[in-house]
C-alpha cells in the first residue's frame, strides 16, 4: 500500500509539474489532479502493456518513438474520462508525456533501489561504509 501511496505522489506531481510546463494541459482542482494522476497510473499498469505489446512492430520501426504516442493518447483518453482535468490536443499531449516520464523517472529514483523495492532514499541496507585512509602526494 505504502509503494502504491508513493507512486501516485509522483505520478500527481509529475502532472503538475507537466501543467505547469506546457500550456495545453491544466485541471480545475487538486482533486482532479489526484484524480488523473490515480486515473493515469491505472492505465499505466492494465491498459499500456497490452497496447505496447500490439504496437510492438511499430515501436521497433520507429525505434521506440511509437511509445510516446501511445502515451500521448493515454494522457487524451484520461482527460476525456476525467471531468475537469484538460489536454488541448495530440501535441499537447505527447510534449506533457515526455515532461510526464521525465519527472516521474527523475522522482522514482529518489524511492527505488537496485531490487526493484521502493525505499526512500536513506535507506539502503546494501551500500557499507567505506573503512579506509586517504593518501596524499604531501
Known amino acids: 500500500m505504502k509503494e502504491f501511496l508513493i507512486r501516485w505522489f509522483i505520478t500527481t506531481l509529475a502532472v503538475m509539474g507537466a ?10 482542482s487538486t482533486g482532479t489532479l ?7 497510473g491505472i492505465i499505466n499498469a492494465i491498459i499500456r502493456p497490452v497496447l505496447l505489446l500490439l504496437s510492438l512492430p511499430f515501436i521497433i520501426v520507429t525505434m521506440g518513438l511509437f511509445i510516446l504516442v501511445i502515451n500521448a493518447l493515454m494522457l487524451l483518453f484520461v482527460s ?3 471531468h475537469g482535468f484538460h489536454v488541448d490536443g495530440f501535441w499537447s499531449a505527447l510534449f506533457a508525456g515526455i515532461v510526464i ?5 527523475l522522482l522514482s529514483s529518489f524511492f527505488r533501489s537496485s531490487d526493484g523495492h521502493i525505499y526512500s532514499v536513506n535507506h539502503h541496507a546494501q551500500i557499507k561504509e567505506a573503512n579506509a585512509r586517504v593518501v596524499s602526494d604531501d
Open 101 to 105: 516520464g521525465l519527472i516521474s523517472w
Open 19 to 28: 501543467s505547469h510546463m506546457i500550456p495545453g494541459i491544466s485541471y480545475d
Open 80 to 82: 476525456s474520462m476525467i
Open 34 to 40: 489526484f484524480a488523473a494522476a490515480l486515473l493515469l
